[in-house]
């Protein structure tokens, strides 16, 4: 009996020694992995933040985008807020790469999936905060400009493009996520089609009179005098 | 800026020293330059016979054998002088020349070496240049003792407006100095001058692209130097420039306010304006129509469409009263000239607090421009130049009088929003 | 587009607005819970909009901090928490490309006693050079004439050093041993490091605790004219490495005795007005011109080349030295009823606080500040009126962290709370919630867009930097009036030092014919004529006039 104890025992043993020795070379390179993710993400929130500042990126995106930095919603600064998400973002991608060499078959799918969509979130939060400082920059230059061409649809025409700039990025961001693709292209495609062909017909009638006065200054020769003045 | 020493005709005359330069800037001018050459050569033989004299031509890289014409209506006196070209990405200039920073520069440096007492630029696009203009030009820095020579055009109603409206009164206003195109691409200067506007730090900058001009004008009028006008008669180009006025605006504008911001310690101390002898008789002008329909149009749709952006940088008392002017029927439609002076007070005060883009604050200025030139038009309709510059007086001095708005502003800034 | 006006001035520190700031409490850019010179590069842009001239820092230097870096363990380094001298190169860089100057600390009198020179005297045998270094005695009985100066901290000026087996000399604490000036070898090394910092591009030092370089028996060790030849020698050194370079006395005396420091021109090239800042807040609380007046007017004239620098607070306490024992009493009765607050002989309370968060007088006595002839120094944080704490020892309570905006630490540091060097001011009133830099910027009417258009505005004219002063004597003592001219430019200043609205009658005869214009609001008033010119003035009003003819 005591020999089948032994036998058994051993096995056991045997058993967890090889469980254990099959395990610890994932926990080895977990632990490795960690870390290197660690250093990897401070580094690379380092470079990131280095580089904004030296492209004086806050300065720049006040000017650009937002009204100046008081406008900034966050008392973080905006390079520090990019250096930030880029950091903790690499730390979460490096500890679920590491929780699958743990081969911990749970995690390991979660991470997986997870790993898959985590990019595209963030892509499409850029590309989200991007589009939406890009329609309002745009529309204002489009208001701007038709004013400025004396376009009579002028408000309409920057509607327009803001609203195209939204859509398009909405469509871009749900794209990214992966929402409802089919329909997403259908529901695009309408949108689009519609916007565009609202803004020409707003357009066409609203600039009626002012595509029938170019086209009349582009036929009648001279131009009036008017277009003489010298401005400088 | 040694590279712009380089020339390729005229090595010998380097070492050569002389007592008058002229300056010719030019870009795709054969057809024009030859003239402008002689003219000039014509001058200073008439004129200046006793002096040594150089013709300094920077040339902004033409492609049709401008620099063959000149040589070939030259009698020697030519020197061309090279310059680094401006980046790629430069806008095109109001003026529509590409670098012309870097050109001045390059004649301003060569006049300094050459040891010229007097030196003059002269574009050579013109064809409206006579011998005289040499006379007018220099005549007053080698004989009269003054420092800067800034032309004086005759120009109708529908020429200048930008000058006549914003650049020469706020100008005035500012520095003191009743100089009637400070902006002009022609002027002549002394050689303590010269040294002085070699020694600014704007050369170099971006906007100097468009802005040289007028920068040198307001370098001369801040620092102790003596000016004068020389009357030359009418300016008439045969260069095309781009003409979308809100671009042209921006341009001219932006150059102004710039300036003005980095100034401030000069302009906010100096009071009263002075006038400045005009050298040589101002001949009469022919009036001419202009069709200000257009303009009212303009300036209709802008208030409408534009208005949530003017109240960025325009307090709501201005703002009402552009409401007023808008309802207005087209022949009784009258900027005040106080009005007029603090919507453009308050958007360079807008410019340097950069409330806005700076490109969308001044581009969204067109309309209001656009409103201002029809009311301006609308009072010296058909009038001749003794009375276009008597009204532009009673502008400069509503300016000169609102003054105290934009000191006050500047100095105590409150955002409207 | 930067361009910047008197960039080649030699005199450029007649202009300036110095800004005197702690690195270690202006702002962390490493998270260690320690301001350093990476947070500093970052907040540069807002000293710039500020419109301050000259960055004044406190001792960076390697340092075991037990008087807040005044006890230097090395001079030509940088303290570790602070940062790199690679750091400090680039914070250099920026703020010079910003057109903001840079003054830093010259600790001459004493070192910590764990610098080496230190360390290596005392094991040193008596009469060597290297023991030279110190001051050293058998008896604590020698230059019995000299007073303690941190009477509540220190009971004499000898310590007894049972390495050496001597007394050494300290005028400060007593783990700062005073350097031997009757050394050259001493002088030398100074001047080594007075080129180790001018190389870096530094552009002016803060010259410390200057008036007790040398000792003499029988004497009170301060002020003596060996002290002197030795700054002399300094200066020298200074001026042989180029123009635009500035010394400031630290010299906390009597402005007859300051104006020695001034030299004919060839020693310091500014001091401090130790006596004038008191009494700024004495004829506030007086609501009387007259302790002001009367100091300004005993202020001997200095050569023209120098410059007084003014303050209202600074890293210390409000020093009550050099006024009179009534004085003293009436303004610890008057600003500090409260045992707390006092330490020394003076007043630990940051500028806000004193005044009792009263905005008026905020603006009154700073306006009174930029004002008068000198150069105005001011101390980080008062610019928002930012609150002290009291209940931390020595002169901390005025030295915690910048209040950048509502978030954890106020914005200063990303470190876990406890981990700051200091805890931040958090009480209902002045905490970094209420008063906070991004707070101020985003309303136009708070005390830091008041700062930076008064700054903006006094930089237009020069007349407040290099112009000559005479005071008016209206019949109403609460009325401040004096008269700023520099050549054609004339400013009259009139401030009101009390709560009520006052009445004031100024002789301008002698500038009959000119119009005041307010400078605030380029306002133009009634002509002066030959009679009395009245002007009424609001609570803790004041006007800056420019006298146009």
Same mark, same amino acid.
């Given at each position: 009996m005591w020999e089948r104890v032994d036998r058994i025992l051993r096995q056991a043993t045997g058993h967890i020694a090889e469980r254990v020795a099959e395990f610890l070379p994932g926990v080895v390179v977990a632990l490795i992995l960690?870390?290197?993710?660690?250093?990897?993400?401070?580094?690379?929130?380092?470079?990131? *933040?280095?580089?904004?500042?030296?492209?004086?990126?806050d300065r720049r995106a006040g000017q650009l985008g937002l009204m100046g930095p008081?406008?900034?919603?966050?008392?973080?600064?905006?390079?520090?807020?990019?250096?930030?998400?880029?950091?903790?973002?690499?730390?979460?991608?490096?500890?679920?790469?590491?929780?699958? *060499?743990?081969?911990?078959t749970m995690p390991s799918r979660l991470a997986l999936s997870v790993f898959g969509y985590v990019p595209h979130l963030l892509a499409a939060l850029l590309i989200l905060t991007g589009g939406a400082i890009a329609a309002q920059f745009l *529309?204002?230059?489009?208001?701007?400009?038709?004013?400025?061409?004396?376009?009579?649809? *002028?408000?309409?025409?920057?509607?327009?493009?803001?609203?195209?700039?939204l859509l398009v990025t909405i469509a871009m961001v749900l794209d990214h996520l992966g929402i409802g693709r089919t329909i997403l292209f259908l529901a695009f495609g309408i949108l689009f089609g519609g916007v565009v062909l609202a803004a020409a017909l707003a357009l066409g009638l609203g600039a009626k009179d002012a595509v029938a006065r170019a086209l009349e200054r582009q036929v009648r020769e001279p131009p009036p005098a008017e277009d003489k003045v010298d401005h400088v | 800026m040694d590279s712009t020493g380089s020339n390729s005709s005229a090595e010998p005359a380097r070492a050569a020293r002389a007592d008058i330069v002229v300056g010719l800037t030019s870009y795709n001018d054969a057809r024009t330059i030859g003239a402008v050459v002689r003219a000039v050569e014509g001058g200073l033989s008439r004129y200046f016979e006793s002096s040594a004299a150089r013709i300094v031509l920077a040339d902004a890289r033409s492609a049709d054998g401008t620099r063959e014409a000149a040589r070939a209506a030259s009698s020697g006196a030519l020197i061309e002088v090279d310059y680094p070209s401006p980046k790629a990405f430069a806008a095109v200039s109001y003026h529509g020349y590409p670098g012309r920073p870097a050109a001045l520069r390059a004649i301003l440096e060569a006049a300094q070496r050459l040891g010229a007492r007097g030196c003059a630029v002269l574009d050579t696009a013109l064809v409206s240049v006579t011998p005289e203009w040499i006379e007018r030009l220099i005549g007053p820095v080698l004989t009269g003792g003054f420092d800067y020579v800034s032309p004086y055009f005759a120009r109708r109603v529908n020429e200048g407006a930008i000058t006549k409206g914003i650049v020469y009164p706020m100008f005035r206003a500012l520095y003191g100095a009743r100089l009637r195109q400070p902006a002009a691409a022609e002027f002549g200067c002394s050689a303590r001058l010269v040294a002085h506007h070699l020694d600014q730090d704007f050369w170099d900058l971006e906007q100097a692209e468009t802005g040289i001009d007028l920068w040198l004008a307001v370098a001369a009028a801040c620092g102790e130097f003596r000016i004068c006008e020389a009357s030359l008669g009418a300016r008439a180009t045969s260069r095309d420039t781009p003409s979308d006025l809100s671009t042209t605006l921006a341009q001219v504008v932006g150059a102004l306010f710039a300036d003005v911001e980095h100034r401030v310690e000069i302009w906010q101390r100096t009071r009263k304006s002075i006038p400045v002898p005009v050298a040589g008789a101002v001949p009469e002008i022919a009036p001419a129509p202009v069709n200000v329909e257009g303009l009212i149009e303009a300036f209709r749709l802008g208030y409408r469409e534009l208005r949530d952006i003017w109240t960025w940088v325009l307090p709501p008392r201005t703002i009402i009263e552009l409401g007023r002017l808008v309802e207005m029927p087209p022949d009784r439609l009258r900027f005040d000239d106080r009005l007029w002076a603090n919507i453009i007070y308050d958007f360079a005060l807008g410019y340097s607090l950069r409330v806005l883009p700076q490109e969308h604050l001044l581009r969204s200025l067109t309309p209001l421009y656009s409103g201002w030139l029809a009311s301006f038009v609308g009072q010296v309709d058909g009038a001749g130049l003794g009375e276009i510059e008597q009204r532009v007086e009673e502008l400069c001095l509503g300016f000169e009088a609102e003054k105290r708005y934009l000191i006050a502003r500047w100095r105590w800034p409150e955002r409207l929003r | 587009m930067r361009r910047h006006a008197n960039a080649n001035d030699p005199l450029w520190y007649k202009d300036a607005v110095i800004y005197e700031l702690p690195v270690k409490s202006f702002c962390d850019g490493n998270g260690d819970g320690i301001g350093d010179f990476r947070g500093l590069i970052e907040k540069l842009d807002y000293l710039e909009n500020l419109g301050v001239t000259c960055l004044w820092l406190l001792p960076f230097f390697p340092s075991p901090l037990k008087d807040d870096g005044y006890d230097i363990a090395d001079y030509t380094n940088v303290h570790p928490s602070y940062g790199t001298l690679e750091d400090f190169t680039k914070f250099l860089h920026a703020a010079h490309e910003r057109g903001l100057r840079v003054a830093v600390e010259l600790v001459l009198n004493h070192t910590s006693d764990q610098h080496p020179w230190f360390q290596r005297a005392r094991s040193a045998a008596p009469g060597s050079p290297e023991r030279d270094y110190y001051v050293w005695s058998d008896t604590d009985q020698k230059y019995k004439d000299a007073r303690v100066i941190f009477p509540d901290g220190e009971e004499s000026n000898w310590t007894w050093d049972p390495v050496a087996g001597a007394h050494y000399w300290h005028r400060f604490f007593h783990h700062q041993p005073d350097l031997n000036y009757d050394n050259p070898a001493v002088v030398r090394e100074m001047l080594r490091v007075l080129d180790f910092? !001018?190389?870096?591009?530094?552009?002016?030092?803060? !010259?410390?605790?200057?008036?007790?370089?040398?000792?003499?028996?029988?004497?009170?060790?301060?002020?003596?004219?060996?002290?002197?030849?030795?700054?002399g020698t300094i200066r020298a050194h200074v001026d042989a490495a180029g123009p635009g370079r500035m010394l400031l006395a630290d010299a906390n005396q009597l402005p007859a005795d300051v104006r020695a420091y001034f030299g004919e021109g060839d020693e310091c090239h500014m001091a401090y007005h130790f006596p004038v800042m008191p009494r700024m807040f004495m004829a506030l609380h007086l609501e009387d011109r007259d302790p002001v007046v009367e100091v300004m007017e005993r202020t001997p004239s200095i050569p023209e080349t120098c410059q007084w620098a003014l303050f209202l607070r600074n890293h210390d306490e409000l020093t009550l030295e050099t006024v009179t024992a009534d004085e003293r009493d009436y303004m610890y009765l008057a600003y500090s009823a409260d045992q707390q607050g006092r330490l020394n002989a003076g007043i630990r309370r940051r500028l806000a606080p004193l005044v009792r968060n009263n905005r008026r007088r905020i603006e009154l006595l700073n306006a009174i500040l930029f004002s008068l002839p000198g150069t105005p120094v001011i101390y980080y944080g008062d610019e928002i009126g930012m609150g002290d704490n009291v209940y931390l020892g020595d002169r901390n309570g005025v030295r915690t962290p910048m209040h950048w905006n509502g978030d954890r630490n106020g914005g200063f540091s990303r470190a876990d709370p406890p981990r700051l060097y200091s805890p931040v001011i958090m009480d209902a009133v002045y905490g970094y919630q209420a008063?906070?830099?991004?707070?101020?910027?985003?309303?136009?009417?708070? !005390?830091?867009?008041?700062?930076?258009?008064?700054?903006r505005l006094r930089g237009l004219f020069r007349v407040f930097g290099r112009g000559s002063v005479e005071f008016l004597r209206p019949a109403n003592r609460k009325v401040l009036a004096y008269v700023r001219s520099l050549e054609d430019d004339v400013v009259l200043c009139v401030a009101n030092l009390s709560r009520t609205a006052q009445p004031a009658e100024l002789d301008l005869t002698s500038f009959a014919g000119a119009t005041p214009v307010e400078m605030l609001g380029y306002t133009e008033f009634p002509p002066i004529t030959a009679a009395p010119y009245f002007l009424t003035l609001g609570p803790y009003g004041f006007y800056w006039f420019e006298l146009q003819r």
């Open positions: 960690v870390f290197l993710t660690f250093v990897v993400a401070a580094l690379a929130r380092l470079a990131v *933040a280095r580089a904004l500042r030296a492209v004086e990126f008081p406008a900034w919603p966050s008392s973080t600064s905006a390079s520090q807020m990019m250096a930030r998400a880029v950091y903790w973002t690499l730390l979460i991608l490096g500890l679920l790469v590491s929780l699958t *060499a743990l081969n911990a *529309a204002r230059s489009v208001l701007i400009g038709a004013v400025n061409m004396r376009m009579q649809s *002028a408000r309409l025409l920057s509607l327009a493009v803001k609203w195209l700039v | - | 910092w !001018l190389d870096l591009g530094v552009d002016g030092f803060r !010259l410390d605790a200057v008036p007790y370089l040398v000792e003499r028996e029988g004497t009170s060790c301060e002020n003596l004219s060996e002290t002197h030849a030795v700054i008063v906070n830099v991004e707070a101020q910027e985003s309303d136009g009417a708070s !005390l830091l867009h008041w700062m930076r258009n008064m700054i």
